[in-house]
């Protein structure tokens, strides 16, 4: 291997899990925009998952751009989160993908190759355990010096 890593063992086997990711955080889509920017802000989220009322992932919030609409007056407090979230393309091309804390990296890298951010569910996609970014790999790399 003369000191580099091969692209599959670029994380050694390590799953979603070992990124030790902080619990998620979601909105129900009838929050509103003013309670959805508080809580974003006290939490330092820049990507908020959006739930139905069965906890199933709608879309997602992306806090800065909500954040510009709200400034310039184009978003009003009492505005349900709905009204500005991403929905989730789901679709024969798009498929639904299932990431879960068993779910290897390296998947999840190439996951993120395509998508700013991934939900993290349970094999049952019933809760949403945490949410995953570039960055979280990232860190992981250096963190364990790989």
Same mark, same amino acid.
């Given at each position: ?40 802000? %006290? /939490?330092?989220? *820049?990507?908020?998952?959006? $739930?139905?009322?069965?906890?199933? @992932? &709608?879309?997602? !919030? ?26 989730? %393309? /789901?679709?024969? *091309?798009?498929?639904?993908? $299932?990431?879960?804390?068993?779910? @290897? &990296?390296?998947? !999840? ?38």
């Amino acid at each position: 291997m003369n000191g580099t890593v091969l692209e599959k063992d670029k994380y050694r086997g390590a799953v979603v899990e070992d990124l030790q990711l902080p619990p998620a955080f979601a909105l129900p889509a009838d929050e509103a925009v003013s309670r959805a920017i508080d809580l974003a802000y %006290e /939490r330092d989220y *820049s990507y908020i998952p959006v $739930l139905d009322r069965t906890r199933n @992932p &709608l879309g997602y !919030l992306d806090v800065a751009a909500l954040k510009t609409k709200w400034e310039a007056q184009q978003a009003s407090p009492d505005d349900r989160v709905l009204k500005y979230m991403t929905k989730f %393309e /789901r679709t024969a *091309s798009h498929p639904y993908t $299932l990431i879960t804390p068993a779910t @290897p &990296l390296s998947e !999840l890298e190439k996951f993120l190759d395509k998508n700013i951010f991934a939900i993290i569910t349970d094999y049952g996609r019933k809760f949403v355990l945490a949410v995953a970014t570039k960055q979280d790999l990232e860190t992981f790399v250096s963190r364990r010096g790989l």
